[in-house]
């Protein structure tokens, strides 16, 4: 990086300051690369600490930065793609190895869940996915460069996996890959995809890397099969590392 003298610029210090690091972090830096402290760099430009901090705050937005605890500020790897589209039909763990299970538990889902797992049953009379019967979640991880960017909690209902082997006998990631073995069997009818922007969760902001309250993409899909509702995913996604994508060529892009 050189010096670059800001005074007689008239737009905002700070912005133009930004275009100058983010020049530099195309031709100097790598990703994951740290950069020189703030004191070093307030010095290189002529600015004070404030202003920097600014621009940098700015670059983080963007997803140009990252500042790891411990680490220090970093440069992000470009930002995933987050397919939201429905053209395309797949099983959650189908062709994607991004996505590591780390553990499984039977448990109650929550009420939101809860209604989408039952909303066929509730429609026809009939009993699908209530309160008192199991449903296995499955938790799992999407990394990128090393760093996690996405955790989802896989809620499947028992009757969606008949097939499986001894689930008491099993635990953690080995009743994970087996429910997600099993799954795939079913022949998958559609999905539905729901997106909102949301806050991060203590335990998906200490997953993620982030502090709780941070912005995240929420997306949830119902995946249908046999007439109902076989499994619904709640995938978390870091907002200043992710970006959405529209329809099978992604050609349509929204930066979060």
Request: with cysteine.
């Amino acid at each position: 990086m050189g010096t670059t003298q800001l005074e007689t610029v008239p737009e905002p210090k700070y912005w133009h300051l930004k275009t100058v690091l983010g020049e530099a972090l195309d031709s100097e830096f790598q990703v994951g690369e740290v950069l020189p402290n703030e004191r070093e760099l307030a010095a290189r430009f002529g600015v004070a600490r404030a202003t920097l901090r600014q621009a940098l705050e700015q670059l983080e937005l963007e997803g140009r930065l990252q500042r790891r605890r411990g680490v220090g500020t970093t440069v992000a790897p470009p930002r995933v793609g987050v397919d939201v589209s429905t053209a395309r039909h797949h099983w959650p763990t189908a062709g994607d190895e991004s996505w590591q299970a780390v553990d499984c538990s039977a448990a109650r889902p929550p009420l939101a869940v809860l209604r989408l797992l039952d909303a066929e049953a509730g429609a026809r009379g009939g009993a699908g996915a209530p309160a008192d019967r199991p449903v296995y979640v499955v938790r799992r991880l999407r990394a990128t460069h090393g760093q996690a960017v996405a955790a989802e909690q896989l809620y499947v209902p028992a009757a969606s996996v008949p097939g499986l082997v001894a689930p008491g006998t099993l635990g953690g990631t080995a009743l994970a890959r087996g429910v997600l073995r099993e799954l795939e069997r079913l022949p998958l009818e559609g999905q539905d995809r729901a997106v909102e922007l949301g806050s991060a969760r203590a335990d998906d902001a200490k997953e993620l890397d982030r502090l709780p309250g941070a912005p995240v993409l929420v997306v949830t899909t119902r995946y249908l099969s046999g007439g109902r509702t076989a499994a619904v995913s709640v995938a978390t996604y870091r907002a200043d590392t992710c970006r959405l994508t529209f329809g099978d060529a992604g050609d349509f892009q929204i930066a979060s």
